[in-house]
């Protein structure tokens, strides 16, 4: 099992000013401090740090079940997150951990809000299902996409 980060050649085009989800360059903002978790380095963003706000689609084609969401991105390149602990990032609570196919639709019945902790635990079980071939883990409150966990 393994934490992923957006993948850098998608977070650079971005940071490049290229156009996101959504057809629109992605916003600078600077960060609070207060919980913006980037989804390419899976730490949180620093207070003063610059940071751009952006529609993120985590899936490969626009398609039914392709959620467009808003997501945060170190301004400045930084270094690909993930691996086999959980990322700073995911630092809710609480998150939703859902289940995908090999056709990158919503495999029903493996959806549900996890304690933080229990994340690995509960990817584990999900990704032994020979349905499911990689999880999201989204917001428990606004269900923007955090990572991915692959097999």
């Known amino acids: 099992m393994r934490f992923s980060a957006i993948p850098t050649e998608q977070v650079r085009h971005y940071q490049a000013g290229g156009p996101d989800a959504n057809g629109q360059v992605p916003e600078r903002a600077v960060s609070d401090g207060g919980g913006n978790p980037c989804r390419h380095c899976l730490c949180m963003v ?3 740090a610059a940071m751009l706000v952006l529609a993120h689609r985590p899936f ?3 398609q039914p079940y392709a959620e467009i ?3 945060f991105l170190c301004a400045d390149p930084c270094e690909a997150g993930g691996g086999k602990a959980l ?3 995911l630092a809710s609570p609480d998150y939703i951990v ?3 196919g090999m056709d990158n639709r919503i495999v029903y019945g493996t959806g549900g809000v996890v304690p933080t902790g229990a994340i690995p635990a509960r990817a584990l079980e999900l ?3 020979p349905r499911v071939a990689f999880l999201h ?3 428990a409150r606004n269900t923007c996409f955090q990572c991915r966990i692959d097999g």
């Open 46 to 48: 620093p207070k003063g």
């Open 137 to 139: 883990v989204r917001s």
């Open 127 to 129: 990704l032994a299902d």
């Open 69 to 71: 969401g808003p997501i």
């Open 60 to 62: 490969p084609a626009p």
């Open 87 to 89: 990322p700073e990032s």
């Open 98 to 100: 859902r289940g995908y």
